[in-house]
């Protein structure tokens, strides 16, 4: 390369025809084009204040959760000091919500990032490596795809026995064939770009080429889904502790609260929907979300 | 020249702006033509000229932000102001368009001969049966070998040439008066190529059809065009006929074309080239468009739009250069 | 036209001016077409069949075909980005993959590819000097003298990288993409570059400004050139020879003015037939060639081109032609133009299909 010369006018490429302004890269302007978005932020800021109110539930909540009392039960909304009334124990329904969005969330997101990463590594690698390895994976996911997918939880949980880390492995045994699909597609299609095929020309290791051209690719398709699978896991993972397999009582949590409050559904309606809208509203956040992230990373590339 | 009575197609001052939220673009400003039967003009361009636009304009297939003003009268009445309703029965039996990909314009579940004679039965109110044997003409009419086996194939069985000459069938299919081509050969080969532009030339003199050829191929256009128009972002830059348009080179972008034009002639030496890419459509200069790329720029090019230089009926060169030849001649 | 006197001595050169850079044998590669229920092979397509030529150091070898021609499986096949059924690459004297030869990575150092589609062949998440950066910097550079290399190799194809290193694909027009490509396409210093219709999607003001980039390189760098491409105009432009191919053969191959001024093969003929004149008073009036090329899926026995040769007689049919002189070798004939056709009088018939 000594040899060569540096910027040679005479062979200049056209003067530009765009403006000579640096770019943003492409995450800024995913960035630029979320802050546009109002529904994707206001969303955003709900699920981000109901996180705050999990981790700091102490803080929002002085009644303990777990202490009920006969005096006390199924006081309505407004009652004072139960705001948002009792349970069928007398338990505070603020404190078990507040309490309950943590191990609710926490049943909701982790199933979700277990199969995110199991299931993404299975498909980038069924997606690059093509052929038998491909037929394998894809093959035994199908075993899976015979089962809907809440059968399959109730199945497993029935399975392994009721606890919050059952219904965990149970759900995230559900999620990673659909993740393994979706990053086996995102992949399949990158992997015949142009672009990977250049990358293996110049001779370098197939470590190399998913590290710096595939997954730069398709992470973006892969964590938009696992963003949308999240309000569908919150909803199993709901159903799982409703049906009694999942959260054991007296532990609060969003599902097993729905259950108990059930039979109090004519004395006091209104508290007894309160898990129930609280379910909705966070999963439906999330599926906002999601779909605000896959407008924003959408950018038409070309020109 | 053939008297003004004889124009099947005049297209007047046709504009088309874009308009978007992120602002405005004019794709086609301002552009005249007229065609008379049996007339083949060729829009020559770069991508991003406009020229698919002004088609695509002409047939009113553009999106609902396009803003198209000006005039296309075909056979005197203007096509650009009828209701859609109307647009839909001019479409196909007056004027009719092949596009480049005919995958694009037929349909893949329906066999050719169906798709032939729904358009003659739609258009005619005919029978089927006898749209069916009208259907079998037109194939034989573009020269597909076997015609009457071909009428039961689907589009995906059929190869590329044969693909391009069953749309072409179906453009035939109600006799239009004029018929406008986006770029129907690019996709082909060479050896097809020719098949195809042969058979619209053959066609367009043996049915007395006006033909307007969009194409980015100036071997194309020397090969198929009575007149060429290029057209350079947005606007014609040059009109002519064939012959003139080659030869004389009387704008500087057509020059510019031509000298680059890549031919065994060249070898071994350096090509010449137009400095420069063409303007997005966007923020085009102030003045002529093409004068960031032009080697004869002079101080006028880059304040105000060249002046419109006559050399006589349907010849025009848009450039502050052009002297029109009456002063010499 | 061997212009052994022009190519500058590579201190990489192993086997001297006379060895040709590449050498291709046989080279074969057939793709199964599946279906049914069962997902089971119901034919085969011959993309490749029989391939052979070589490459001269220092030369531009252009290969010319139409669709389906397997030009483009050429190109990936010596780029070993899919396997050859049979057949073998000979790099400078070198046997590729063999024992005694040299690996494949070792021949991905010393030939490279630049792709038709300018905008797929870049990974749009990254800016292009990083694209370019990226092969020198997984064969061990130092991050900073990969980026220093990319932006010299930048300038060298006329993109000031200082203000277009930090660009993205998508920010790029199509030409400056394509220069781009090339520049990646050098980044590790390759002596042979396939060209796979590297300038066919181009417009052609911007065209002749990449192939006057092209050729300047080549003399600067000391390259040689595949250049593969439909267009013939611009395979006579650029070619010292040329290399015809038809469904999956080479048909006829030879010094391009032989080729283009004595075309031996019927089909090499009517392809220059079919090409448009560029003169509006010597306009094409008879068909050169009739019907579109044969599906690649079954073949024609024998000669491909039988089916569309209005020569064809019984042989064509029956013995697959192979490369031979032409059998009215002129005295001023070149040595080197071969033809795959049985019939002596279809070699002969030049000017019969010419443009009237």
Redesign the interface.
């Known amino acids: 390369m000594a040899k060569l010369s540096a910027f040679d006018p005479a062979l200049a490429a056209p003067a530009d025809v765009l403006p000579a302004q640096p770019s943003p890269g492409y995450w800024k302007a995913v960035g630029q084009r979320l802050l546009r978005d109002k529904v994707t932020l206001a969303v955003t800021a709900i699920l981000l204040s109901i996180i705050i109110i999990a981790i700091f539930a102490p803080v929002f909540a002085i009644q303990d959760p777990l202490a009920g009392s006969v005096m006390r039960r199924l006081k309505p909304i407004g009652t004072e000091g139960h705001w948002l009334g009792t349970d069928e124990t007398g338990r505070d329904i603020w404190a078990r919500l507040c309490y309950g969005a943590r191990l609710s969330l926490i049943a909701g997101m982790t199933p979700v990032m277990i199969s995110l990463v199991i299931g993404g590594f299975l498909g980038v690698t069924a997606g690059y490596m093509g052929g038998l390895v491909n037929t394998m994976i894809m093959r035994t996911m199908d075993v899976f795809y015979a089962f809907p997918s809440i059968l399959l939880a109730i199945a497993i949980c029935g399975l392994l026995g009721n606890g919050l880390s059952n219904a965990i492995l149970a759900l995230s045994i559900v999620f990673i064939p659909p993740m393994v699909r979706i990053s086996e597609t995102v992949t399949t299609q990158a992997r015949h770009l142009d672009f990977v095929e250049a990358a293996r020309a110049s001779g370098t290791t197939t470590m190399q080429i998913i590290r710096y051209h595939v997954l730069s690719n398709v992470l973006g398709a892969i964590l938009v889904y696992a963003t949308s699978l999240i309000s569908l896991s919150i909803i199993l993972s709901a159903g799982l502790s409703f049906l009694g397999l999942g959260v054991t009582p007296p532990q609060p949590e969003w599902g097993l609260m729905l259950n108990s409050l059930r039979q109090a559904i004519y004395v006091q309606p209104l508290v007894a929907a309160l898990p129930g809208a609280c379910i909705f509203v966070t999963s439906m956040c999330f599926n906002l979300m999601s779909d605000g992230f896959r407008g924003a990373m959408d950018v038409k590339l070309n020109k | 020249m053939l008297p003004e009575t004889d124009k099947i197609i005049e297209v007047e001052d046709l504009t088309v702006e874009f308009r978007k939220r992120e602002g405005s673009l004019f794709a086609v400003n301002g552009v005249n033509f007229s065609l008379a039967r049996g007339e083949v003009l060729t829009i020559l361009g770069?991508?991003g000229s406009g020229k698919s636009v002004t088609l695509k304009a002409m047939m009113g297939l553009l999106p609902g932000y396009a803003h198209v003003t000006g005039q296309a009268r075909l056979n005197g009445k203007n096509i650009l102001a009828l209701p859609p309703a109307e647009l839909t029965k001019v479409r196909g039996s007056e004027v009719s368009m092949i596009f480049q990909e005919p995958m694009a314009a037929l349909d893949p579940v329906y066999t050719i001969g169906e798709q032939i004679a729904e358009a003659i039965v739609q258009h005619e109110g005919i029978s089927k049966s006898a749209a069916m044997k009208r259907a079998l003409e037109l194939l034989e009419r573009v020269s597909i070998?076997s015609a009457a086996r071909r009428l039961k194939n689907y589009p995906h069985e059929m190869?590329?040439?044969?693909r391009q000459r069953a749309m072409i069938a179906l453009a035939l299919a109600c006799s239009p008066t004029v018929l406008l081509a986006d770029e129907p050969t690019t996709a082909l080969?060479?050896?097809?190529?020719?098949?195809i532009?042969?058979l619209l030339r053959q066609l367009s003199e043996e049915l007395g059809m006006a033909v307007v050829f969009v194409t980015?191929?100036?071997?194309?256009a020397?090969?198929i065009?009575d007149r060429i128009a290029v057209m350079y972002a947005g606007r014609f830059v040059e009109t002519g006929t064939?012959?003139e348009v080659?030869r004389e080179r009387r704008h500087p972008y057509t020059a510019?074309?031509l000298a680059?034009?890549?031919?065994?002639g060249?070898?071994g030496q350096?090509?010449?080239?137009?400095?420069?890419?063409?303007?997005?459509l966007a923020a085009l200069p102030p003045g002529c468009a093409f004068a960031?790329r032009c080697r004869s720029v002079q101080e006028t090019c880059r304040s105000g739009q060249p002046p419109v230089v006559d050399f006589g009926p349907g010849t025009m060169v848009r450039c502050v250069r052009a002297v029109p030849q009456m002063a010499f001649a | 036209m061997f212009a052994a006197s022009q190519v500058k001595q590579d201190p990489r050169d192993r086997g001297g001016l006379a060895q040709p850079l590449l050498i291709v044998e046989g080279l074969k590669k057939y793709f199964p077409v599946r279906g049914g229920v069962l997902n089971r092979q119901v034919a085969t397509v011959q993309a490749v069949d029989d391939v052979s030529f070589s490459v001269r150091k220092g030369e531009v070898l252009g290969i010319v075909g139409e669709s389906g021609c397997g030009k483009s499986t050429t190109a990936r096949l010596l780029m070993q980005l899919i396997t050859p059924d049979s057949g073998g690459l000979v790099f400078d004297g070198d046997p590729v993959g063999g024992p005694r030869g040299i690996s494949i990575s070792e021949l991905r150092r010393q030939m490279q590819m630049v792709f038709q589609d300018s905008f797929s062949s870049l990974n749009p998440r990254m800016p292009i000097v990083d694209s370019i950066a990226y092969a020198p910097r997984m064969h061990g550079l130092s991050a900073a003298a990969a980026r220093e290399r990319a932006e010299t190799l930048l300038a060298q194809v006329g993109l000031n990288p200082r203000q277009y290193s930090r660009r993205y694909p998508h920010e790029l027009s199509g030409g400056q993409r394509q220069r781009v490509n090339i520049a990646r396409a050098l980044a590790l210093e390759p002596r042979l570059v396939i060209l796979d219709e590297a300038v066919s999607a181009l417009d052609k003001s911007v065209e002749a400004q990449v192939l006057n980039l092209l050729r300047e390189l080549k003399a600067r760098l000391n390259l040689t050139y595949l250049f593969i491409s439909h267009d013939l105009n611009v395979v006579e432009y650029i070619s010292d020879r040329v290399l015809v191919m038809y469904l999956g053969r080479v048909v006829e191959t030879g010094p391009v003015e032989a080729i283009y001024s004595r075309p031996r093969h019927p089909y090499t003929r009517a392809l220059l037939a079919s090409k448009p004149t560029l003169d509006p008073d010597r306009r094409t009036r008879h068909l050169p060639l009739t019907g579109d090329p044969p599906n690649p899926i079954n073949p024609p026995s024998g000669c491909r081109f039988r089916t569309r040769c209005s020569f064809a007689q019984a042989i064509c049919s029956e013995v697959i032609p192979s490369l031979l002189a032409p059998v009215d070798l002129g005295a001023d004939a070149p040595t080197d133009h071969l033809v795959a056709c049985h019939l002596p009088e279809a070699q002969a018939a030049f000017g019969e299909h010419d443009v009237a």
Request: charged share 15%.
């Open positions: 770069e991508s070998p190869s590329g040439g044969m080969d060479v050896t097809v190529q020719i098949q532009l042969l980015h191929d100036i071997g194309v020397a090969e065009s064939v012959r080659m510019g074309l680059s034009t890549v031919h065994g060249l070898r350096d090509l010449e080239t137009i400095p420069g890419a063409p303007p997005s960031p």
